[in-house]
């Protein structure tokens, strides 16, 4: 991904907002919940970007570039398959 770095902005603007809301709870429940929520709106995000790649083929694309060919791909996954790593 030629923009890995707009991944880190949202994060970014999550934590801040996470101290925002951790600061504006009176009770420990109220900052535990208040700070929580905005980082499982970040998780679910990565979680459904991850499902979308894989659906696209583009997070397996990585495999086939480190590799530098379909056969040396194929090679290392039967390794690991029959190697028992």
Do not use: Q
């Amino acid at each position: 991904m030629a923009l890995a770095w707009v991944r880190f902005v949202p994060w970014a603007l999550t934590l801040i907002t996470c101290g925002l809301n951790i600061a504006a709870g009176h009770s420990l429940s109220a900052k535990v919940a208040h700070g929580t929520m905005p980082m499982l709106w970040v998780v679910f995000s990565e979680i459904g970007a991850h499902v979308y790649a894989v659906r696209i083929g583009a997070a397996t694309a990585a495999a086939w570039k480190r590799s530098g060919s379909p056969d040396g791909c194929w090679r290392r996954c039967r390794r690991s398959r029959c190697g028992g790593a």
